[in-house]
């Protein structure tokens, strides 16, 4: 009985660890390394974070998980939305075009996201962000945008619904035809123009934060958008994201969505991000 009890255990652990999580879409916390503690006991193995500059940096140290970095602007007053902290230093709203290069150069930017265009009230086709995706395109850096709705109390007074909607995307693709751009959070509830953009434009892929929070979007919610998602053809271009929700409910929900095959799962939880993200 022991040993029984026992293989049960070993068996539970191993499951845990077996699973192969690539959570595209953190920020940051007030306490880093029970931030990463808890994503690496949840089988994250790696993770892409955009926060403010200076907090962004304090992971720079060595981590257990991987992480890749990225960029958010613009900062509407030049704060993260949902708290007082600068995205960068100035206090500015867009950082300096050179600067961002220089960044690059040195690899301290692996993306170009979170784009805060909603939060900012413009649109993701706005030219005041085309320095930005030009120099994503030149070193092919993936870019993150923002789309759908919000939480409350985000703070920024310019935040239209209607900024959110994937739709907005067409003009920055075709103007930027070889840039990988990924909509944030599947652009809920804009489902259909997120398929829409997806369909035509296939170096666009989406990530499932928020949606796959079932504190935020009931269960039953996102396995009708993942239903549609996966009968849409997109199961190549779907990427696991928590945005900071509950990391073990958020893979709970796609584990439990028996419509997909172990195959499928494995793309959406980590497969499909290592090609996005591939340099
Ligand atoms: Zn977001």
């Known amino acids: 009985m ?7 255990f070993l068996l539970g652990v191993f499951n845990v660890y077996s699973q192969k999580v690539f959570d595209t879409h953190i920020h940051g916390e007030k306490d880093p390394s029970a931030q990463m503690l808890q994503l690496e006991n949840s089988g994250v193995y790696k ?10 940096n304090t992971y720079r140290k060595k981590n257990s ?3 890749l970095y990225g960029l958010m602007l613009p900062c509407p007053n030049g704060k993260v939305p949902y708290g007082d902290r600068f995205c960068f230093s100035d206090g500015k709203e867009w950082p300096d075009i050179k600067w961002v290069e220089e960044q690059i150069k040195i690899g301290k930017i692996d993306f170009i996201g979170e784009i805060l265009n909603q939060y900012y009230g413009i649109s993701p086709s706005d030219k005041l962000l085309y320095p930005y995706y030009e120099l994503a395109e030149k070193y092919n850096l993936p870019v993150g945008i923002h789309s759908g709705l919000a939480g409350p109390n985000h703070g920024c007074p310019n935040f239209r619904v209607s900024m959110g909607s994937p739709i ?5 693709l075709l103007k930027f035809p070889k840039l990988k751009v990924w909509i944030m959070h599947a652009g ?3 489902l259909e123009d997120t398929i829409g953009i997806m369909s035509v434009y296939q170096n666009v892929y989406t990530d ?9 979007v009931s269960y039953d919610d996102f396995r009708a958008t993942m239903k549609r998602l996966i009968d849409a053809g997109l199961e190549n271009r779907l990427m696991f994201g928590s945005d900071n929700g509950d990391i073990k409910k958020a893979i709970e ?8 095959s172990l195959e ?11 090609h996005f993200f591939k340099k």
Do not use: C, G, R
């Open 168 to 172: 907005l995307m067409e003009d920055l």
């Open 47 to 56: 993770a892409a974070i955009s926060t403010s500059w200076d907090l962004q």
């Open 253 to 260: 929900s796609v584990d439990k969505l028996d419509f997909l």
């Open 264 to 274: 499928q799962k494995e793309k959406i939880l980590h497969k499909n991000a290592e």
């Open 2 to 8: 022991k040993k029984i009890i026992l293989f049960l």
């Open 65 to 67: 998980i991987e992480l």
């Open 188 to 190: 809920s509830p804009f």
């Open 208 to 216: 499932i934060s928020v949606i796959s929070n079932p504190y935020i």
